[in-house]
């Protein structure tokens, strides 16, 4: 036989009436009378092969789903298979049998509901080749992509910073201890202090790269690793500056993904997408006085937002302003962290907004204090220590001119979770950590 | 006065004649007379700024370098200043005043000597204002998107995988502890296992993101927070096919790093490129003998190459091939890991190669074993307990198909150093760890 070269499962349609050779997994497998119908996965999909020879029929016998084959036949046109061809009169060579049937159906996709969750990640290995679950996996690398063109497109430089740190960024007790050559070191809660930093060179940068913290909580919204896209620019002018940066990199990136995986999206029974031109804003008191007027409970007396004004806001937006993405903005002074920039306009509040879409937080969007006194006063005000050789490189960025900056700390596996439409974060995520999974 | 918009640095020589504002950062101050000469830097560079004005020289006066400025005045075109135009009759704001003289001189970088390391890191939230250093950090930023295109392109998918790991990949004692929430997790030495597994679905996946290593020592070469670029592909015909990709993937980003930057690369004195369409490839017996006869020294009984070696055999081949990449392949079996491939044709060598550029290794490639039972037999050589739960999720991907496949670990790190022609690892990286240094 000639020596052939391997064709995709998308490109048999194009070999109609030729020999054709394929390489992948035995996906699917039928046997009818003596015949045997087998679908081959590869990384573009699925190809059908009719197998009517004895002996090559007999090469199957015991081989269980996973098995890796070669497969060379002929080109058919068949509008019911996969791509509209099939291959017939097959030769089928056994590259890596396997005799053990699979403790899951790799052809169906385990459906994503609570009680589900832990057989989803138990057999992850093999789930994944499951091509409904893949889809999320590809639309996660995408809106990885499209948000990197977007930021480079404005000349935002990416960085990659420590994740072992003396200093917990933070502060606060959700801090993973290592011991590190004998000292004790923790785990980046975020790239805070170092994008801060390097706004100092580049004015603007962004890492997307993993962040730990240590929660001790199981819910539908946590993970302790999770992937973080961070941002920060500087010489803004004001909090809105920043406010629209990010609220149009997510609109035009979401419109991409809807476009580019319209179909995927469709049959993984996403909701279609609503978002206006710009985010519409609401500041945290304007939420608390409508859902109050809505719902007759009374938030107003309530610092923060409630989860469930979070998704009635959500609801509020997508019908009054045609966005299923708002932001709530001017959080209120008790819930600052010391970097954010209190409003000069009304000292109650802070210029920090979160972006919720679809009921969730997915990204939080504040305005930095930069002026090395204020600074240094909003860390002593919160307990810390400025004297700590931890934080001396981080004031010294600020001590020798920072410029009014801002930024993003953006949560990709929730933006995944909610662009899909899955309802648990864990789900956009090929292999979670929580307090109870460590594995695999 | 009208509200003009922000120009940045290299706009100021399309605005001759016109009233310009730009922002930026005191980079230079010369007080010659009455007058004084400021240089405003941005993030495209430097402004050069003629300050007549009495008032305004005055608004200077105690003016330290990093001091963030608004300038406004009128272009005028001057071909001895950044840029080819400068600033007259400006009015200042100051924005971000700064009184206290930076430790170090911002408009010179560091030499990157040896003995400046510590200074170059103690001082890094300044050094990275420096223009020079800036170059490094954009080329390796352009590295990272360079070969991510050429692996999108190639249709390998973007994988996050987690950091925390139950069970250390590879075993040995570089692994940092960690307490996850009372019970003992490690730090992830590489992707390893999740790679693998990830080609069961997508046949071709990639990350880009840190590795931990607790290297005891303080080299050079090795750090203790490293960025990988972990590349996997299933369906290869054989060795060659994966170092071919990986040698292409090198020479095209190099080339277009090249070209984009060539300026920066010529004002770092960054060495010539010299590379030809394939890296040539040398087996570790082949070098051992070539240095051997060249320089009398004795290597044939060594298993590894010796750090002289790996200079050795790049200058022969930068001499004798045109290339500055080599390929050292077909390592000693007692090298291997048990995760490697043993060569079919000679079971005292391993299906592994070395990428090295301009004396130093960047990658490790080698293809895998993917039988399942010549798998569990080399870890249980390897002295690892296969029934161990931590193992389990990587075996079943063996066990139920996985095709031959062969990838990289590739040090990102090592790679902007030997672009640029840096003689540390450490200078190429923003904040770097090893041993001794956890800050900043």
Not at 132 to 138: A, L, T
Not at 219 to 243: A, N, P, Y
Not at 345 to 355: F, I, M, R
């Amino acid at each position: 036989m000639l020596v052939m070269s391997r064709i995709l499962s998308d490109q048999v349609k194009d070999q109609i009436g030729k020999p054709t050779l394929i390489e992948g997994w035995l996906h699917k497998k039928r046997l009818m009378g003596g015949l045997a119908f087998i679908n081959i996965r590869d990384r573009r999909g699925l190809t059908q092969v009719v197998v009517q020879d004895k002996d090559e029929v007999e090469k199957l016998r015991g081989m269980q789903i996973g098995t890796v084959l070669r497969v060379t036949g002929t080109a058919v046109a068949e509008p019911r298979a996969p791509g509209g061809a099939e291959l017939h009169d097959p030769e089928l060579t056994i590259l890596v049998p396997v005799t053990d049937e699979p403790p899951i159906e790799i052809d169906k996709p385990i459906q994503h509901k609570a009680e589900n969750l832990d057989t989803l990640f138990e057999y992850r290995a093999l789930n994944v080749r499951n091509l409904q679950e893949q889809k999320i996996f590809k639309i996660r690398a995408s809106l990885n992509q499209y948000i990197r063109e977007y930021l480079s497109e404005r000349e935002f430089v990416e960085i990659q910073t420590p994740k072992i740190l003396a200093k917990p960024t933070e502060g606060g007790a959700e801090v993973f201890k290592l011991d590190y050559f004998g000292k004790e070191a923790s785990l980046a809660q975020s790239p805070q202090f170092y994008k801060q930093i390097m706004v100092g060179a580049f004015e603007r940068v962004y890492e997307i790269g993993p962040a730990f913290r240590a929660e001790p909580s199981a819910t539908t919204r946590h993970m302790s690793e999770v992937t973080m896209l961070d941002i920060e620019m500087g010489f803004v002018k004001d909090h809105d500056e920043v406010l629209n940066l990010v609220g149009d990199m997510t609109i035009s990136t979401l419109k991409r993904i809807y476009e580019e995986y319209a179909e995927e999206l469709k049959s993984l029974n996403s909701p279609e997408l609503i978002v206006s031109d710009k985010v519409p804003q609401f500041t945290v008191a304007e939420i608390h006085e409508l859902y109050t007027k809505a719902t007759k409970t009374d938030t107003t007396q309530e610092k923060d937002l409630t989860p469930d004004e979070e998704r009635w806001i959500c609801d509020y937006a997508k019908k009054n302003h045609g966005s299923e993405l708002v932001y709530a903005t001017k959080f209120p002074v008790e819930a600052m962290k010391f970097y954010h920039q209190v409003n000069p306009d009304d000292p109650e509040t802070v210029l920090w907004g979160d972006l919720l879409f679809r009921g969730l937080e997915i990204a939080t969007v504040p305005l930095r204090e930069y002026h090395y006194e204020k600074l240094v006063a909003q860390m002593k005000k919160a307990g810390l220590d400025v004297e700590d050789p931890g934080f001396k490189y981080y004031l010294q960025a600020f001590k020798y001119g920072l410029p009014q900056h801002g930024g993003c700390g953006y949560g990709i596996d929730r933006l995944v979770e909610k662009t899909v439409g899955l309802s648990n974060v864990k789900e956009a995520t090929l292999f979670p950590r929580d307090i109870n999974r460590l594995t695999p």
